[in-house]
């Protein structure tokens, strides 16, 4: 199979943005945020702010992981707590978190009707909401 000039391009094109993304994922997502914010161009902004979304994600499911095991290690050893039924309270906080977290996120898109920077404004919407939650949880 022949691969001609264009092709050899293209992949090395998807390979670059295919390494660029994984070293930005080193950083945390506060680090990302603020660099998405300093770009110059909504253009920079749409392509930065979905990678800032997902490493928030990830943070937030390990801050939220970190937190849970320490709720079934307290309940295994405190019979209030176990009464309380604390892991059960964090399961229903954690869902009702992201069910507002969206609802939020589509309130803030659609406050921009059809006029450019709704998507934007949502990105950033859910990442503020993901950082203070995350702060809020390594507290």
């Given at each position: 199979?022949?691969?001609?000039?264009?092709?050899?391009?293209?992949?090395?094109?998807?390979?670059?943005?295919?390494c660029s993304q994984t070293v930005l994922a080193a950083e945390s997502a506060e680090g990302?945020?603020?660099?998405?914010?300093?770009?110059?161009?909504?253009?920079?902004?749409?392509?930065?702010?979905?990678?800032?979304?997902?490493?928030?994600?990830?943070?937030?499911?390990?801050?939220?992981?970190?937190?849970?095991?320490?709720?079934?290690?307290?309940?295994?050893?405190?019979?209030?707590?176990?009464?309380?039924?604390?892991?059960?309270?964090?399961?229903?906080?954690?869902?009702?978190?992201?069910?507002?977290?969206?609802?939020?996120?589509?309130?803030?898109?659609?406050?921009?009707?059809?006029?450019?920077?709704?998507?934007?404004?949502?990105?950033?919407?859910?990442?503020?909401?993901?950082?203070?939650?995350?702060?809020?949880?390594?507290?």
């Amino acid at each position: 199979m022949k691969i001609n000039a264009t092709q050899s391009i293209l992949a090395g094109l998807m390979f670059a943005a295919l390494c660029s993304q994984t070293v930005l994922a080193a950083e945390s997502a506060e680090g990302l945020y603020k660099k998405c914010e300093e770009k110059l161009s909504t253009a920079e902004q749409r392509e930065c702010y979905p990678i800032v979304v997902k490493q928030s994600e990830i943070e937030l499911s390990a801050a939220e992981k970190k937190v849970r095991a320490e709720l079934v290690e307290l309940e295994k050893e405190s019979e209030g707590s176990r009464s309380l039924h604390s892991v059960k309270a964090f399961d229903k906080a954690e869902l009702a978190y992201r069910e507002f977290r969206n609802a939020e996120s589509n309130r803030v898109l659609t406050s921009y009707g059809s006029g450019n920077g709704g998507g934007l404004a949502a990105y950033k919407s859910t990442i503020d909401m993901n950082l203070m939650r995350i702060k809020q949880l390594s507290e």
